[in-house]
């Protein structure tokens, strides 16, 4: 039986890996670094590994992986945020002579993780995109000067709220910078976008760079509201996004896995690339369940099975990560409204990232864990830099 080390178990996406790999009767291994994940409680997950934090312990992080993939069969190892990509694809070496990781070179995919080379390639690409200016490049005079406020900055590197913030005035900016050099480095300079709505096309890539997988969300609610991550989100039909994707990701000679993230301009109805994401997605799920199997397609052409292209999929099927969503009612300043939408059932096809009546654990455990949230059960161990002394047992 041909068995996967899926990483980051306690993240949805992960969960929805575990599941379609465990539907087509593969035998999946939940990682993580936390000693409790949803992933873990799934009925298809045959056995779970816990690792150190791969950004707080890097180096042990590495040891203890490449020692699972050493001792265990692993077909494939599939990291799933933007810390174990970068980290197991940049020392993929470590891995490659046991199992397979399924992304492509290094350079690709710091396209998608460094913010600075995703504009570049945007421009070189002619994708639309917020005007940009790079912090080791231009001074806060010129940045004010050029965007005006609100103004966006971001880090280079990271995907987190904290790596974003928009300031509206010179007072903001100063200490949004000021925080920003001691904190995440270099950053970016945007102009903001006015929000008219946000979308994201979601694909996967063979060899060839053909689009041999494709869904397309629409975002309706966020945590915080005002942005972040998605949680409820609608399938769509929107040709232009697609084309604007695909004719990036060829540009690049894309191979695996992409998300191009748009934000439409309430101003002008336009289309501006926000980011590129070259791993799976938070909202995975909405995307299976609109009939795209993108875990099992992935494993397919990791495989060099025969792929059939799955580029329809479902219009107007919704779903929403159910924790993730209550939260942002008690974020919400109309809270009346967020209460009344949040327990209004939907017209359409709506479906949940993580509850299950056929695999219900994760949920219990999902609901378990945002309760003990802050209690030390849940944070990542200490351990040792020095891999000898991992103490790490795996069940």
């Known amino acids: 039986m041909s068995s996967i080390l899926?990483?980051?178990?306690?993240?949805?996406?992960?969960?929805?890996?575990?599941?379609?790999?465990?539907?087509?009767?593969?035998?999946?291994?939940?990682?993580?670094?936390?000693s409790f994940s949803i992933g873990q409680l799934s009925r298809y997950a045959h056995r779970s590994f816990t690792h150190p934090h791969p950004e707080t312990y890097p180096d042990a992080f590495l040891a203890a992986l490449e020692e699972e993939v050493t001792k265990y069969d692993y077909d494939m190892l599939l990291p799933m945020n933007e810390s174990t990509v970068d980290l197991v694809v940049k020392h993929r070496h470590l891995f490659e002579e046991q199992t397979t990781v399924p992304f492509p070179s290094y350079e690709m995919v710091q396209i998608g993780l460094n913010k600075r080379h995703t504009v570049e390639a945007a421009r070189e690409a002619d994708i639309p995109q917020p005007k940009t200016l790079f912090s080791t490049e231009s001074t806060l005079n010129e940045a004010e000067a050029a965007l005006g406020y609100p103004l966006v900055v971001k880090a280079e590197h990271g995907s987190g709220r904290k790596e974003v913030s928009v300031c509206h005035s010179r007072e903001e900016l100063d200490a949004v910078t000021n925080d920003s050099a001691s904190l995440v480095g270099p950053v970016l300079f945007q102009e903001f976008i006015p929000n008219g709505g946000e979308r994201g096309v979601y694909t996967l890539y063979d060899e060839n760079s053909t689009m041999v997988g494709l869904t397309v969300q629409h975002r309706l609610r966020s945590l915080p509201p005002d942005g972040g991550v998605s949680t409820?989100?609608?399938?769509?039909?929107?040709?232009?996004?697609?084309?604007?994707?695909?004719?990036?990701?060829?540009?690049?000679?894309?191979?695996?896995?992409?998300?191009?993230?748009?934000?439409?301009?309430?101003?002008?109805?336009?289309?501006?690339?926000?980011?590129?994401?070259?791993?799976?997605?938070?909202?995975?799920?909405?995307?299976?369940?609109?009939?795209?199997?993108?875990?099992?397609?992935?494993?397919?052409?990791?495989?060099?099975?025969?792929?059939?292209?799955?580029?329809?999929?479902?219009?107007?099927?919704?779903?929403?990560?159910?924790?993730?969503?209550?939260?942002?009612?008690l974020k919400r300043d109309d809270q009346l409204t967020a209460l009344r939408e949040f327990f209004t059932p939907s017209t359409q096809p709506s479906t949940f990232d993580i509850l299950s009546l056929s695999d219900p654990l994760p949920m219990i455990g999902e609901c378990l864990y945002r309760l003990d949230s802050f209690t030390e059960k849940y944070k990542p161990m200490n351990y040792s830099t020095d891999a000898s002394a991992n103490p790490f047992k795996n069940k």
Do not use: C
């Not at 899926?6 to 936390?34: C, M, W, Y």
């Not at 938070?282 to 009939?291: I, V």
């Not at 199997?293 to 219009?315: N, R, S």
């Open 6 to 34: 899926v990483l980051n178990s306690h993240a949805p996406q992960s969960l929805v890996a575990i599941r379609s790999f465990g539907a087509h009767d593969l035998e999946v291994t939940a990682g993580s670094s936390k």
């Open 232 to 329: 409820y989100r609608e399938t769509v039909e929107d040709p232009q996004l697609v084309d604007l994707t695909d004719q990036f990701l060829t540009a690049l000679d894309w191979q695996g896995l992409a998300m191009a993230e748009f934000r439409i301009d309430a101003r002008t109805g336009e289309p501006r690339l926000i980011e590129l994401n070259p791993r799976f997605w938070g909202s995975l799920a909405l995307s299976t369940f609109a009939s795209v199997d993108f875990p099992y397609l992935l494993y397919q052409l990791t495989m060099g099975d025969p792929v059939e292209p799955k580029l329809d999929y479902d219009v107007g099927v919704r779903a929403r990560n159910l924790t993730k969503d209550a939260f942002q009612v």
